[in-house]
């Protein structure tokens, strides 16, 4: 065979990698979320009256009994509501205690700032259970335990590391100019802030509240050490249908009521992310 | 309105890195003024302690007769333009050009009156609701120029605000620059590295190296009596050499060069004195067969490198073991290799002391 074949045998399998992969990715991670989610619809749609067993491929006979069950017999309501205003507040605490620590840290040169970025983190590497058990102890001392308050608390601790991580490097990666050019041009602290770094910030703003409100949502082991049995949430409750009592049809429906809200956040915000740093991103600053 | 700008000992040190020291100067009121110096050697500092950017350890600046030490920059009535435009890349132009006006509570007539004009001055109009980044390199420099000069500074900041222009829209706007700053009557400092740029477009040059002002003239001077090596050396080029001072009466000089014995008209040298010789490329005039029986200061050598520029014909003569270059009419017939001479008048070579 001569050069010039292999040449272009070479050039004709990179061109197939670059469709192949791509491709390959998408299905693997199609296949890893798509099936899990559609057994969960399926199996929240099971009539207990015929239940799906081997080696049926779908479900005999689906019916909303789960889905009406849930609702009408079980702590869900409340749950959910508990879960969507836990979140909300978190989200908020988190803003208010992360906005003035990320700007020190990321716009000002303070002694040991490496330091802090660091153990800002250790709460997003820190087992859950190990740090929920310790801090459950110290939270019931205070007398927290089982408020909203000591729940807040706790989610605010794990969710923060993600609304700080994004701010400072929002903070740092601000041209040191722009600010010089708002001081120049008389503009003082509070103007400075609102149509400086608040535009300028916004887009990590939407990105760590998204994460914040995700992890609060989703959050199990502190919540559960913490605030259980008076202070439930969607994750409390469906791990209650996953121990002893395990109940796949339930445990089912409370996983898509855990889904379906994060899913439509994850998009919106996207979208909402995309466009914000198309425009800082193309400014030639 | 136009206020003179006076700078006095200041000192500015980076920890173990000294900025600026002793940095005195004073710029009369609309004068145009140019801090020209190597990267590092303090000129940028200097813009930014004048806007109130930084703090100087030692030393005042004054607006006039008001100290502005302890003024914070944004009461300071400067107005900089910034070598990355520094345009808020959210806002649209016009929000960008009446930044300065909102802070200074300008009313809403004054506001759009003033913005139409300086658009106009700027030759923007059209783009009010552009955003900075649909806008060329160019464009976005007219802005940043039309956001500065819309709020009527005391004093106008440059920094380096052409360096991201390619070069021949660099030299429409350095007129444009000029142009707009001396119909206003602005009183101006101006941060550069082009040593063409700052002779175009200044009053006053100050050229400046490791932290210290090294002189401070107009263009014409600056190029033609520079006063050290470093100045002579960083604006155009230069044939420099040492040389001893062998005779000296009335206003010339004899001294002893690397390029042969030269007659030089100097205003103090006493014999036995050292001192450097500058002699720009374009005061050595190659001699041809006409112009040979009146020539001074006569040196010959052998042409090592003919260079066509253009507009001129550069070449590099190898005389004495040194290289000399010579800037020669374009259309000079001189070859690679031929051996030529050439002459410079003696009040064309500038004596330095150090």
């Known amino acids: 065979m001569n050069n010039y074949h292999v040449k272009s045998q070479k050039k004709l399998t990179r061109q197939l990698l670059k469709i192949l992969l791509p491709f390959g990715l998408l299905s693997i991670i199609i296949v890893w979320?798509?099936?899990?989610?559609?057994?969960?619809?399926?199996?929240?749609?099971?009539?207990?009256?015929?239940?799906?067993?081997?080696?049926?491929?779908?479900?005999?006979?689906?019916?909303?009994?789960?889905?009406?069950y849930v609702f009408k017999y079980t702590t869900i309501v409340k749950s959910i509501g508990n879960s969507f205003l836990l979140a909300f507040v978190t989200t908020i605490v988190c803003f208010i205690l992360a906005l003035p620590t990320a700007y020190a840290l990321g716009r000002r040169k303070l002694k040991g700032s490496e330091f802090f970025k660091i153990i800002m983190l250790l709460p997003m590497v820190f087992p859950g259970m190990a740090m929920g058990l310790f801090l459950g102890r110290m939270l019931h001392g205070m007398g927290v335990s089982g408020t909203y308050l000591g729940v807040v608390m706790v989610h605010t601790l794990v969710s923060l590391p993600y609304m700080l991580r994004i701010l400072v490097v929002n903070f740092e990666s601000m041209p040191q100019d722009l600010i010089d050019a708002a001081s120049n041009l008389g503009a003082g602290n509070w103007?400075?802030?609102?149509?400086?770094?608040?535009?300028?910030?916004?887009?990590?703003?939407?990105?760590?509240?998204?994460?914040?409100?995700?992890?609060?949502?989703?959050?199990?082991?502190?919540?559960?050490?913490?605030?259980?049995?008076?202070?439930?949430t969607i994750p409390t409750v469906l791990y209650s249908y996953l121990g002893e009592n395990f109940l796949r049809t339930r445990a089912s429906v409370v996983s898509l009521i855990l889904l379906i809200p994060n899913l439509i956040l994850l998009i919106v915000a996207e979208r909402k992310i995309k466009t914000e740093y198309m425009g800082a991103a193309l400014g030639k600053m | 309105m136009t206020t003179r700008l006076i700078v006095n000992g200041i000192d500015k040190t980076f920890g173990d890195f000294q900025a600026l020291s002793d940095v005195s100067f004073t710029i009369e009121p609309g004068q145009f003024v140019t801090l020209l110096g190597p990267s590092g050697c303090g000129k940028t500092t200097l813009l930014r302690v004048i806007a109130g950017f930084l703090e100087p350890e030692k030393g005042e600046i004054l607006f006039g007769d008001k100290v502005m030490n302890d003024v914070p920059p944004n009461k300071r009535n400067t107005?900089?333009?910034f070598q990355s435009y520094a345009l808020f890349p959210h806002k649209t132009v016009y929000e960008n050009i009446i930044f300065g006006l909102r802070m200074r509570k300008v009313s809403a007539d004054e506001q759009r009156k003033r913005v139409k004009e300086v658009m106009e001055m700027v030759d923007l109009v059209g783009l009010e609701n552009r955003k900075p980044y649909e806008l060329s390199g160019g464009q976005q420099q007219r802005v940043a120029l039309a956001r500065a000069i819309i709020v009527r500074p005391e004093i106008l900041l440059f920094d380096e605000p052409l360096s991201n222009l390619d070069a021949k829209l660099r030299e429409k706007v350095r007129v444009d620059i000029r142009n707009i700053q001396h119909s206003l009557g602005i009183t101006t400092v101006y941060v550069t590295h082009d040593q063409a740029e700052a002779l175009a477009i200044s009053d006053v040059v100050?050229?400046?190296?490791?932290?210290?002002?090294?002189?401070?003239?107009?263009?014409?001077?600056?190029?033609?009596?520079?006063?050290?090596?470093?100045?002579?050396?960083?604006?155009?080029?230069?044939?420099?050499?040492?040389?001893?001072?062998?005779?000296?009466?009335?206003?010339?000089?004899?001294?002893?060069?690397?390029?042969?014995?030269?007659?030089?008209?100097?205003?103090?040298?006493?014999?036995?004195?050292e001192a450097f010789l500058c002699i720009r490329p374009e005061d050595f005039v190659p001699i041809f067969a006409?112009?040979?029986?009146?020539?001074?200061?006569?040196?010959?050598?052998?042409?090592?490198?003919?260079?066509?520029?253009?507009?001129?014909?550069?070449?590099?003569?190898?005389?004495?073991?040194?290289?000399?270059r010579i800037s020669a009419a374009k259309d000079c017939p001189i070859p690679e290799g031929s051996q030529i001479s050439f002459t410079v008048q003696p009040d064309k070579i500038c004596v330095m002391k150090g």
Not at chain 1, 48 to 57: A, G, H, L, M
Not at chain 2, 221 to 233: C, E, G, H, L, M
């Open chain 1, 33 to 68: 979320i798509g099936v899990p989610i559609l057994y969960a619809l399926l199996w929240s749609f099971v009539n207990p009256e015929f239940p799906w067993s081997y080696p049926d491929p779908f479900p005999k006979n689906l019916s909303l009994f789960q889905w009406e």
């Open chain 1, 191 to 232: 103007v400075k802030f609102k149509e400086v770094y608040l535009p300028m910030i916004l887009p990590g703003l939407v990105a760590g509240a998204m994460f914040t409100f995700i992890t609060s949502m989703e959050e199990f082991n502190l919540t559960f050490i913490v605030g259980a049995p008076d202070i439930t």
């Open chain 2, 79 to 81: 107005a900089m333009c």
């Open chain 2, 206 to 273: 100050i050229a400046m190296n490791k932290g210290r002002i090294v002189q401070k003239s107009d263009p014409k001077t600056i190029y033609n009596r520079p006063s050290t090596k470093f100045v002579a050396d960083f604006i155009g080029s230069a044939n420099i050499t040492p040389g001893t001072c062998t005779e000296f009466a009335g206003s010339t000089a004899v001294v002893d060069s690397l390029y042969g014995v030269l007659r030089v008209q100097a205003a103090d040298l006493t014999p036995g004195e």
């Open chain 2, 290 to 324: 006409e112009n040979a029986p009146h020539a001074v200061n006569v040196v010959t050598g052998s042409v090592l490198h003919a260079v066509y520029m253009g507009n001129s014909l550069d070449l590099f003569v190898k005389v004495n073991d040194h290289v000399v």
